[in-house]
C-alpha cells in the first residue's frame, strides 16, 4: 500500500445538503503497489541528486537543451528499479534514445519521467529544478511524484488520492484574482505568441523559476495562482497535472488536447497552456485568446 499522511488520502468526504457523508476509495492493488514504488524509487535518488548539485558536467542537446551525467543515471536507475518490478509497463523519459519516431503506448501503465526538470538551474547551482515521476492509466495521468530539489520535500499525489506538500495536504488558491496575483510563467519561442504573453505579463505578478514543472506543482500547492507556458512537452507536465487536479484546480491545453496519450514523441510539438482554479484558467485563457 502506498504511504500516505492520513486517512483522508483514502476516503472520500461527500457534502450533500449540509451533511457530511465518508465515502470509501479503493485503489486496485495493480495502481497501489505502482504509487508506492514511484515515491520509493524517486527518493532513492535524492542523495546523487543533491550531490552533484551544481557540479557535475554538462553538454547541449541538438534540440538546444542541456543534459547532464545526472540526468542519464537518475532516468536509468528509476527505470531499472522500476521495470524489475512491473516488467509489463512502458517506460518513456525525455532522455530516452531518439527512436526515430514514436512510440505507441500499448500497456495499460505507462511512466512518464523527467529525471532533472531545470537541467539548466541543476548545472549552474540553482535550486530551482526537480525529478518529475507520472504514472499513467490507459494514457491519463492518475499519479504523480515530484522530488523539489530546492524545497528539499516530496509532493506527490493525484485524483483519490489527494495531493500532498510533505504531510501537507495541498489545495489549488481559490482567493480573488487581483493584480498582486501570483502567475508562473515561461516566455513563447514562438514570436507570434508575444501578443498572449503580453496580455499575461500586464495583468499578474510574474514569476519565472526555470522548472515547468516546479511552476505546475507550486499552482497545486497553492503557491502560485496559476500558471502559463507557451513551450513546454508532456514530460515536463505529467507528474504534476495529477497533482492539480487532486487539489482542485484545472489544467487547460490551448493547442490541443495531450491526453489519453496515444504515443510518445521525443519530437513532439510544443504545448501551450494554462493551470490554476477553474476562475484563474478561465481568465488566463481569455487573456490569451489574442494567440
Given at each position: 500500500?502506498?504511504?500516505?499522511p ?8 461527500v457534502?450533500?445538503?449540509g451533511?457530511c457523508?465518508l465515502?470509501?476509495?479503493?485503489p ?5 503497489t ?15 541528486l543533491?550531490r552533484e ?10 534540440d538546444?537543451?542541456r543534459v ?6 537518475i532516468?536509468?536507475?528509476i ?9 509489463a509497463?512502458?517506460?518513456f523519459?525525455?532522455?530516452l534514445a531518439?527512436?526515430g519516431a ?10 512518464v519521467?523527467d529525471p532533472?526538470?531545470?537541467t ?6 540553482i535550486?530551482?529544478?526537480?525529478i ?6 490507459d ?6 511524484v515530484?522530488?523539489d ?12 488520492f ?16 487581483t493584480?498582486?496575483?501570483?502567475v ?8 507570434a ?13 510574474i514569476?519565472g ?19 502559463v ?9 505529467a ?22 496519450m496515444?504515443?510518445?514523441?521525443l519530437?513532439?510539438?510544443?504545448i501551450?497552456?494554462?493551470a ?16
Amino acid at each position: 500500500m502506498a504511504w500516505f499522511p492520513n486517512a483522508a488520502a483514502r476516503f472520500g468526504l461527500v457534502f450533500a445538503r449540509g451533511r457530511c457523508c465518508l465515502t470509501l476509495f479503493m485503489p486496485s492493488p495493480e495502481l497501489s503497489t505502482r504509487i508506492a514504488a514511484a515515491q520509493r524509487v524517486v527518493l532513492a535518488q535524492t542523495a546523487l541528486l543533491h550531490r552533484e548539485f551544481g557540479r557535475v558536467a554538462s553538454q547541449w542537446k541538438r534540440d538546444g537543451t542541456r543534459v547532464t551525467a545526472v540526468d542519464l543515471a537518475i532516468s536509468e536507475n528509476i527505470f531499472r528499479d522500476l521495470g524489475a518490478e512491473f516488467p509489463a509497463d512502458q517506460y518513456f523519459s525525455e532522455e530516452l534514445a531518439d527512436p526515430g519516431a514514436p512510440i505507441p503506448v500499448t500497456a495499460r501503465f505507462v511512466w512518464v519521467l523527467d529525471p532533472v526538470d531545470g537541467t539548466n538551474n541543476y548545472a549552474l547551482g540553482i535550486p530551482q529544478c526537480a525529478i518529475s515521476l507520472a504514472l499513467l492509466e490507459d494514457g491519463e495521468p492518475v499519479y504523480g511524484v515530484v522530488y523539489d530539489l530546492g524545497r528539499r520535500g516530496l509532493l506527490h499525489g493525484g485524483p483519490g488520492f489527494g495531493a500532498w506538500d510533505g504531510a501537507r495536504a495541498m489545495q489549488v488558491s481559490t482567493a480573488p484574482l487581483t493584480p498582486e496575483s501570483l502567475v508562473g510563467f515561461h516566455s513563447p519561442w514562438d514570436k507570434a505568441l508575444l501578443p498572449a504573453a503580453g496580455a499575461v505579463l500586464a495583468q499578474f505578478k510574474i514569476r519565472g523559476l526555470g522548472s515547468a514543472t516546479l511552476h505546475l506543482a507550486y499552482v497545486a500547492a497553492g503557491l502560485f495562482d496559476g500558471v502559463v507556458d507557451f513551450n513546454v512537452r508532456l514530460w515536463d507536465l505529467a507528474a504534476a497535472i495529477p497533482l492539480v487536479r487532486a487539489a482542485g484546480g484545472e489544467v487547460r491545453f490551448l493547442n490541443g488536447a495531450q491526453f489519453p496519450m496515444k504515443h510518445f514523441d521525443l519530437k513532439m510539438p510544443r504545448i501551450v497552456y494554462c493551470a490554476g482554479s477553474p476562475a484563474m484558467c478561465a481568465r488566463l485563457d481569455e487573456l490569451m485568446s489574442v494567440r
